[in-house]
């Protein structure tokens, strides 16, 4: 994790002091913010309602090519799952709208290829890294908000994920964005009551941003 931040954080005052001969093959430094709809699928899992929450974060990126840039982020994301749907073994004995709500620091890193001048589209690998957990009995409220230690949690610390998406960039810098992500690892932990559920984040992002 410290590594990844580390890493991260270098990354990003390279392109800073990174000098350029035009500003169209500058490398340029933005941020983003929008919305989720967040659920889980897996062979195991029939569908299932969405999770509503947000994502904000920083991105860089750095021109390739005329047309093509790598593209690493930084974002928050809000995801989760209703545990009505997936709860098969009444674990937690409700047929109300309880959702397990999952908060995740995530890096992606992208490949963004401009088809024509100024929409792109984009897709790469992503790497997440659970930051809080909870369950909320009251989704639609403030209350009703239950946390959930790593010694109690279900759900892994990591989540490795692909990302692909497309978007329009303005000349003036400003950005709309959507994306889908879907995860490649199962989500849930051995030794817990859902280790035979297979079970994966699925996320579509939709959102603004502007680059400096």
Not at 20 to 36: E, H, S, T, Y
Not at 81 to 105: A, G, H, K, P, W
Not at 158 to 166: K, M, Y
């Amino acid at each position: 994790m410290k590594k990844l931040v580390l890493i991260t954080v270098i990354s990003l005052v390279f392109v800073l002091g990174l000098s350029a001969q035009d500003d169209k093959a500058r490398p340029q430094l933005g941020v983003k913010g929008g919305v989720n709809f967040a659920t889980v699928a897996g062979d195991d899992i029939d569908e299932r309602d969405a999770r509503t929450s947000f994502n904000v974060g920083l991105l860089a990126e750095i021109p390739l090519t005329n047309r093509l840039s790598l593209q690493p982020e930084v974002l928050y994301s809000g995801q989760g799952f209703d545990i009505r749907e997936i709860d098969q073994d009444n674990v937690f004995d409700t047929n109300d709208n309880v959702e397990y709500q999952l908060d995740y620091l995530q890096f992606p890193v992208l490949a963004k290829f401009y088809i024509i001048k100024g929409f792109y589209v984009e897709g790469g690998p992503q790497l997440g890294v659970k930051i809080n957990e909870e369950i909320d009995t009251n989704p639609n409220n403030n209350d009703g908000d239950i946390p959930i230690n790593a010694d109690d949690s279900y759900i892994r610390d990591f989540d490795a994920s692909a990302v692909i998406g497309t978007g329009y960039k303005f000349d003036n810098g400003f950005f709309v964005s959507g994306r889908f992500t879907h995860g490649l690892t199962d989500m849930f932990k051995d030794d817990t009551p859902f280790q035979n559920v297979e079970a994966r984040n699925l996320v579509w992002q939709f959102g603004v941003g502007f680059m400096f």
